[in-house]
């Protein structure tokens, strides 16, 4: 399956973020809409795809990896499947367990 790509620096549709702010802080999400100055974000378990959390851009760390299942899904029918948030997220949790070393850091300063 081809489930994750790199990404640029931008945040796209489909990524896959660390939250450092707020009650779910340190918890990866997978952006779901897009705006200015806010994303939406789901996790498939706490935050379902019909109810993301609202987060400003400066309060997420996003990742190098986009779930391209997640985006084409969201793309072509409006919609995700709460299971593939779920999915694309364990998987980004296996390959970044496999470096052995995080691929996100916490900012210092905000």
Not at 23 to 30: I, M, P, Q, S, Y
Request: proline content about 2%; hydrophobic content about 35%; aromatic content about 6%.
């Amino acid at each position: 399956m081809k489930a994750l790509k790199e990404a640029a620096s931008r945040i796209h549709l489909g990524q896959i973020i660390m939250v450092l702010s707020g009650r779910e802080a340190g918890k990866n999400a997978v952006v779901v809409r897009l705006d200015d100055s806010y994303v939406w974000l789901a996790n498939g378990k706490d935050r379902k795809f019909g109810k993301p959390k609202r987060k400003n851009r400066r309060h997420i760390q996003p990742t190098k990896f986009i779930c391209e299942d997640v985006c084409e899904a969201i793309q072509s029918s409006g919609t995700v499947d709460d299971a593939k948030l779920v999915f694309a997220l364990n998987q980004y949790k296996k390959l970044n367990l496999k470096g052995g070393k995080s691929v996100t850091e916490h900012r210092k300063n905000t």
